[in-house]
């Protein structure tokens, strides 16, 4: 149990264009997910907090118009990197949190890595 | 806001050896501390979690222990393998469903 996935795994786009990123639940509804940034080497940097329904809430520095964020279903959220440039290169990856039991706390998704030429 | 410092950021011990890693937090509000093992290129996996309601919790050849009073807590790999060469992420939040925030990390390295 607790399994997400993420889709697409990597991503290679140009300057410009805008790229999305799914993660999904897949065996248990997420009240929460939330949306993180890794740079090489370094630790888990935290972009966003959506819940189902509801707005994300964005950490600081994070901009919310070019980091678009839809949690639409208790089992689906999206990030839309828009007019992407390289320096939004980075590995993406989402957890999600469920609200019982064993889900009760953060799973994450395998990540994405996107790189933008 | 929460600041966790995580030591040591690299770590080699020869296998069959223990490992140790310990984390420190500021908030005294933190009351849920997940830890996670990550691959090269993979998604950071939890391998153990406590509450702030136990002292120590053991799972087959990894423990976590926590003190409260001096917010700190660590993890401990006994007996290790090859396979226990990773980054390992502790994390301290106010109950499960808010906010993790992460240590900086531990390369472990395993030797043969």
């Known amino acids: 149990g607790a399994v997400v996935s993420q889709h697409p795994s990597w991503v290679i786009c140009k300057s410009g264009t805008s790229v999305k990123i799914e993660c999904r639940s897949l065996?248990?509804?997420?009240?929460?997910m939330f949306w993180y940034r890794q740079f090489p080497k370094q630790s888990l940097m935290l972009m966003a907090t959506?819940?189902?329904?509801?707005?994300?809430?964005?950490e600081q520095g994070v901009e919310k118009d070019k980091f678009l964020i839809n949690h639409a279903s208790l089992t689906l959220s999206t990030l839309t990197v828009t007019s992407a440039h390289p320096e939004d290169s980075s590995f993406y990856i989402c957890?999600?949190?469920?609200?019982?039991?064993?889900?009760?706390?953060?799973?994450f998704g395998p990540g994405t890595r996107l790189t933008v030429l | 806001g929460e600041n966790v410092e995580q030591h040591p950021s690299t770590l080699s011990v020869q296998e069959g050896d223990s490992a140790v890693i310990k984390c420190t937090y500021s908030?005294?509000?933190?009351?849920?501390f997940p830890w996670y093992k990550q691959e090269l290129g993979k998604r950071p996996q939890l391998i153990i979690d406590i509450r702030s309601n136990v002292g120590e919790k053991k799972d087959q050849r990894i423990a976590v222990t926590l003190n409260k009073t001096a917010k700190h807590f660590s993890l401990h790999i006994t007996e290790t393998q090859p396979e226990d060469s990773a980054v390992y992420f502790c994390a301290a939040s106010i109950n499960t469903g808010n906010q993790f925030y992460f240590g900086t990390g531990t390369s472990l390295t395993v030797i043969p």
């Open positions: 065996d248990f509804q997420a009240t929460t």
């Open positions: 959506s819940n189902e329904g509801s707005k994300a809430t964005y």
């Open positions: 957890s999600a949190r469920g609200t019982s039991g064993v889900t009760d706390t953060q799973y």
């Open positions: 908030d005294s509000a933190s009351n849920y």
